[in-house]
């Protein structure tokens, strides 16, 4: 099981992704179409419309499966056709902890870095 290091990434768009759907799952399981589409309006411009950004959306949340951050189930719920929903595992909510610690540092840092940067 690969492992998210958290202290190895920054502003990448991928990171954003990730933490959103990590975030997301926080207290509920959501289906795919759900938590890629809320990637949309949470972050506008980060993942393309379209099939595209809906690969890569579909993507990552195999990846975070992968690493057994997330586990997924197929619910039949509902009408129309199964629906794979998404939960946190216990090593999800870990990173979920530590991508809060990180992105708070995170904030530090770039408050500072544009305290200093309008002095110049």
Do not use: Q
């Amino acid at each position: 099981m690969k492992r998210c290091n958290v202290r190895s990434t920054g502003l990448s768009p991928t990171f954003w992704l990730r933490a959103w759907i990590i975030i997301s799952l926080s207290d509920r399981e959501l289906h795919g179409y759900e938590l890629i589409s809320s990637l949309s309006e949470a972050f506008p411009g980060i993942i393309t419309p379209g099939i595209g950004g809906m690969g890569r959306g579909y993507r990552i949340l195999r990846e975070l499966e992968e690493e057994g951050i997330i586990i997924g189930r197929w619910s039949m719920e509902g009408t129309g056709p199964a629906k794979k929903v998404y939960r946190l595992t216990d090593e999800g909510e870990k990173l979920r902890e530590e991508i809060i610690k990180h992105v708070e540092g995170m904030k530090d840092y770039i408050d500072k870095f544009l305290e200093l940067a309008s002095k110049l």
